[in-house]
């Protein structure tokens, strides 16, 4: 494999194109013009270009030499519904939608490797350049997934990399295993009768319902999962009542668990509704549970996390990560249908740290160089040219 990536000539032309995504973000599943964009881009190098993936993904494939074997790079290109602060020039023209999370600079990562590899086709084999939507809590991965992704553009192996705020720009990092946390989200109704504050004993209080589930649900991680397990349950809103003097027929709670072991998914879930059910004949109320399980844990494929590693001590700083990260992700729907991994690369700064979802995030677009020569690193060496 070629060890000298130049790719010095792309980079003004994409931290144009990056900070033009920053400035027209989309939020899941309306990424129109960032696709169009996408496409446009790989058209405009030879790609064979594939649109409307998943309602609104797009693949570009570049097939060199007679190789079967094929490696997928996916990046996300959604926004979050977040108000920006930055001030920067270059800030959202969309009040309410901001790339608060860096799908833009993955997106132009993704797009300056696909540039440089259909210049130098320095690889035997075939490239799919996965350009995801909707990867903010809507499951755009899985949505490319149910779309034939995997059967339509066939990888034997798959990555994905997401900016770290935590990390040092020009380290990378990845793990084998779990490297990100599953995530349910669970919406609790309590149902009382509702009456006057001065006569509770006339209506089962769904207020005080309500403060029980609290306390007794963030019992469950410390009281009824194993110490050597790891996990976290978090209780993040509760609404009822609108009067001093009121006692509310309802109020209603919603929160978040986060697991790495499917089993023990398992037991906080059978937990969450045994507190209910307790709490329910407890105190009078009626109390009804919707629990959805929306993100696995994304598990990398111990032999895809080293080969990262490897490669990464050519192009930066190769850390292996000491634990995994209670956010979540959904290429973890690629990585339970293809051998992969997800990787981070390190966008920290000496300067203030803002991290990921902060309204004052902004993408380091002094790491694009480290992403793009990632990608293409891991593309000539898992698919060596003859030539090569």
Request: charged share 20%; proline share 5%; net charge negative.
């Amino acid at each position: 494999m070629n060890q000298d990536i130049e790719i010095e000539d792309l980079l003004e032309d994409l931290v144009t194109f990056r900070r033009d995504i920053h400035a027209n973000p989309e939020l899941a599943y309306k990424e129109v013009k960032t696709a169009e964009k996408v496409a446009d881009s790989l058209r405009e190098i030879g790609l064979d270009v594939t649109t409307g993936v998943g309602k609104t993904g797009v693949v570009g494939s570049l097939k060199v030499g007679n190789s079967s074997r094929s490696i997928g790079l996916r990046a996300d290109m959604d926004a979050l519904p977040i108000v920006e602060e930055t001030g920067l020039p270059y800030a959202s023209c969309h009040h309410g939608v901001f790339h608060g999370c860096g799908h833009d600079g993955h997106t132009t990562m993704l797009l300056g490797a696909a540039r440089h590899l259909a210049r130098t086709r320095n690889f035997d084999g075939t490239v799919h350049f996965i350009f995801q939507p909707a990867e903010e809590g809507e499951a755009g991965a899985k949505a490319m997934i149910d779309d034939g992704l995997f059967e339509r553009f066939p990888c034997d192996r798959v990555y994905a990399f997401h900016n770290w705020p935590d990390l040092p720009a020009g380290t990378i990092s990845t793990r084998c295993g779990p490297i990100m946390a599953a995530a349910d989200k669970f919406s609790i109704q309590v149902k009382g009768k509702g009456g006057h504050a001065a006569v509770p004993h006339q209506t089962p209080d769904a207020i005080l319902a309500a403060s029980e589930l609290v306390s007794q649900l963030n019992t469950i991680v410390s009281r009824r999962i194993s110490p050597t397990s790891t996990a976290v349950l978090s209780v993040t809103q509760i609404s009822g009542g609108n009067s001093h003097n009121v006692l509310p027929s309802s109020v209603s709670l919603t929160g978040t668990v986060r697991t790495f072991d499917p089993h023990v998914q398992d037991l906080i879930e059978a937990a969450v509704r045994q507190v209910i059910t307790g709490v329910s004949v407890a105190t009078g109320t009626q109390i009804s549970i919707d629990y959805q399980r929306y993100y696995p844990a994304t598990i990398n494929a111990s032999v895809a996390a080293e080969h990262a590693l490897m490669v990464a001590k050519r192009v930066g700083n190769a850390v292996e990560a000491p634990e995994p990260a209670f956010t979540s992700e959904d290429f973890a729907f690629m990585l339970q249908a293809c051998e992969g991994a997800y990787v981070w690369v390190g966008q920290g700064t000496s300067g203030e740290h803002i991290p990921l979802h902060h309204p004052g995030y902004d993408f380091n677009d002094g790491i694009i160089a480290t992403g793009v020569k990632l990608h293409v690193a891991l593309v000539e060496d898992f698919l060596p040219s003859n030539s090569g």
